[in-house]
């Protein structure tokens, strides 16, 4: 029998859970508020969260790009021929990672569309 057969079930009724109280605690801050206005508030918290959510994420790959450029940089100071190679393997590393995410992209949405199972 397996050990934590009820964890995954276990955490995501927490996260449920957890969501929920945050949501009605965010719409209950203000005693004046009315059910129409606590509902466009908990909609305008997740909108606003989706953006936080997009700004890090175009943060992160900003830093990644920039540590990345340096990095080829230094090598470059030190050995430009190296540095050429190892731009090249990265660029091809790159190239097929993203064809990888995009043949995984379009194989969910085609499975969406369709109706299908998809199982990986």
Known sequence: ?????LRGPLLNTAAV???FLV?????MANPEATVLGS??????????????LLG??????????FLI?????????????ASVRMYA????????WLEEVKESLLE??????NGAVCER
């Open 39 to 52: 509902l466009w508030l908990i909609i305008l918290t997740f909108l606003r969260t989706l953006q936080w």
């Open 89 to 96: 393997g990265f660029r091809q590393t790159l190239t097929a």
């Open 1 to 5: 029998m397996k050990q934590h057969v």
């Open 17 to 19: 859970l957890v969501f």
């Open 108 to 113: 969910f949405g085609s499975c969406k569309k």
């Open 69 to 81: 450029a340096v990095f080829f940089g230094a090598v470059a100071l030190a050995s430009p021929a």
């Open 23 to 27: 949501m009605l605690s965010i719409s």
């Open 56 to 65: 890090m994420l175009l943060a992160v790959i900003f830093c990644l790009a």
